[in-house]
């Protein structure tokens, strides 16, 4: 009422963004406007170019220039034999933050969720399946959440690519690098033990 | 590195906005490509399309359509013989949702902070000047925070205006509507025993 048309539109954006309320939108909205023209200018071309730059990499479904292969599956040193499968971009960006797996990805794009209406034929399972039955796919590391709905979904694919000649694995379940023992959890604390590692 | 070019500017913009950093801003980005292609389209073309749109209302300094007096001055049931003297624009968004105040704004643009190096010439004090010495205007407000800073202005705004034929006012300080006395500090209880109203 007492902004102008176009600052409303703003917040109205604004307010789709993750996170961000009516009183964030409009505080996000009051620091965009005192930004550069030119500045804003730019950002506005980006997103609005956005919809032809950015696609879906055809071999992994990670985020990837449009139409291209995405900077891992085009990079000749990963080792293509080694699939890991993933929820979505931030859990693959967290694996490769770890700097030791060397192999591929395949990106689900979600996971098993019936409450939430997800039965999985919206997941890159088709893809999935094709990758585990080509022949320089030699294993597939199912790094989905330890929660429930992620050990549903890693049972499910484990469940599918039970038939294909690819080995299956996951990662291992422990105490985390530098943590106080005092803080684990039980089940952490049970899976820390049972797959406890000799020292000699 | 694993993201493509376009996400990365992508981030690298959403880190400037307030209280967005490196996490929150991939979050936000992850969430935005997954938008439909026509509405980030039209995001980036309300954004590029925000520094001709938008611009300071000449009368009062608020948000205005550009070049256009802002929806306050140019509405006339507003009675413009009192001024309501704000820092910025959710200050005066907090005043409006008060409704009660019917007069018009002028929007300083910030507050005196020796510590941040504002020593008031980037302020809209030349307005303020010019507003309080036209004729119909009967008494300007100054609505400042009643922090030390903001107090600091309102002392030194009301020292500037004093040569002026305009009667100086202040919101009142006092309990909160709703609020619990036992939460009160000491400044907020002494205030409001000190301007406490009859009963009768």
Redesign the interface.
Known sequence: ???????S??VE?LK?????GRR?A???A????E?D?????S?????????E??GKCPRCG????GGEL???CSDPRRDVSQICVVE???Q??AV?KGNYFRGVYLVLGGRLSPLDGEDGSSLNIPLLRERASQPETKEVILALSSDVEGRATAAFLAELLAGFPVKLSRPALGLPAGANLSYADGATIAAAFSNRTDMQ
Chains 1, 2 share one sequence.
């Open positions: 009422m007492h902004y102008p048309e176009s600052f539109e703003l954006y789709l963004l993750p996170g961000v964030g409009e505080r996000i009051l620091a965009m406007i930004w023209g030119g500045q804003l200018r950002f506005g071309e980006l997103l609005a170019g956005l919809p730059r950015i990670a985020l990837a220039d995405c900077r891992i979505n971009m931030t693959l960006a490769e």
